[in-house]
Nanobody, 120 residues
Framework: QVILKESGGGLVQPGGSLRLSCKAS????????MAWYRQAPGQQRELVAS???????IYADSVKGRFTIEGFNADNTVFLQMNTLKSEDTAVYYC??????????????WGTGTLVTVSS
């Protein structure tokens, strides 16, 4: 089993920056992909950015050039650096991981989310 915990959310003004982190914990697991999703009130959850263990990254068009996802480190932590924030970035941000955790393979794991509010 893999447990994901997000942190770093908060209130920022438009144009500001925020850095989110997600730490994976558990035992006997191997993460293949980590990603950030977000869900605004009344909307469906959407992919923000994804990175595989091999370094392949995917970004939503709405965040390209502003957000950067940084891959796993020795502490099984992934980051999302968010710059030039806009009001439309306001959402709950969720960490996602695809992992092998014996006896399960390629399962999706989710954190409980961290709220990012962009407002002046």
């Amino acid at each position: 089993q893999v447990i994901l915990k997000e942190s770093g959310g908060g209130l920022v003004q438009p144009g500001g920056s925020l850095r989110l982190s997600c730490k994976a914990s558990g035992s006997n697991f191997s993460i293949k992909t980590m990603a950030w999703y977000r869900q605004a009130p009344g909307q469906q959850r959407e992919l923000v950015a994804s990175i595989s263990y091999g370094g392949r990254v995917i970004y939503a068009d709405s965040v390209k050039g502003r957000f950067t996802i940084e891959g796993f480190n020795a502490d099984n932590t992934v980051f999302l650096q968010m710059n030039t924030l806009k009001s439309e970035d306001t959402a709950v941000y969720y960490c996602n991981a695809v992992a092998d955790s014996w006896p399960d393979w390629n399962l999706d794991y989710w954190g409980t989310g961290t709220l990012v509010t962009v407002s002046s």
